[in-house]
């Protein structure tokens, strides 16, 4: 599985709103600048994760983006599929049934994208959190945190 711009951009802004005191709202622009996104394409991304309810937008001078859910409460899996990546393999593919070899090899695949799936619903931003800061401290590393 290869993580597009996309996902990579979103699982960023994510992160960076987990970072805010009280998970309070942070605009487009702040969230850009800290993790060097393009503002414009990051507003398309929070948009689509505000209508898979990841986000709450809030309107005003002192508005902006907030996570609608703890932290610990948001899967990767929810994320990427927020903002249409997808991990389905060979999705029109029909094993021949002659072959056994086509078979396995079909099987084999089905069942790596099982697993593939459990996990990227199993690892929250809280997790993805703990692990950069575990990363920065090894590195002995201030807990300023850009991904």
């Not at 009280?22 to 929070?46: C, F, H, M, N, W």
């Not at 990767?76 to 094993?95: Q, S």
Request: no cysteine; net charge negative; proline share 5%.
């Amino acid at each position: 599985m290869k993580l597009t711009t996309r996902g990579h951009y979103s699982v960023k802004a994510l992160l960076d709103l987990s970072l805010q005191p009280d998970y309070g709202p942070t605009s487009v622009r702040a969230i850009a600048l800290r993790q060097d996104l393009p503002a414009p394409y990051l507003e398309k991304l929070l948009i689509e994760m505000r209508r898979a309810d990841l986000v709450y937008s809030i309107r005003g001078a002192q508005g902006g983006y907030q996570l609608a859910r703890s932290p610990a409460e948001i899967s990767l899996g929810e994320i990427l599929a927020a903002v249409g990546e997808t991990i389905e393999p060979l999705p029109h593919h029909i094993p021949d049934a002659a072959q056994a070899e086509d078979w396995v090899t079909f099987t084999i695949w089905r069942r790596l994208h099982e697993k593939l799936k459990e996990a990227l619903y199993s690892i929250t931003l809280a997790d993805l959190y703990y692990d950069a800061r575990s990363w920065q401290a090894a590195r002995g590393e201030e807990t300023s945190f850009v991904v």
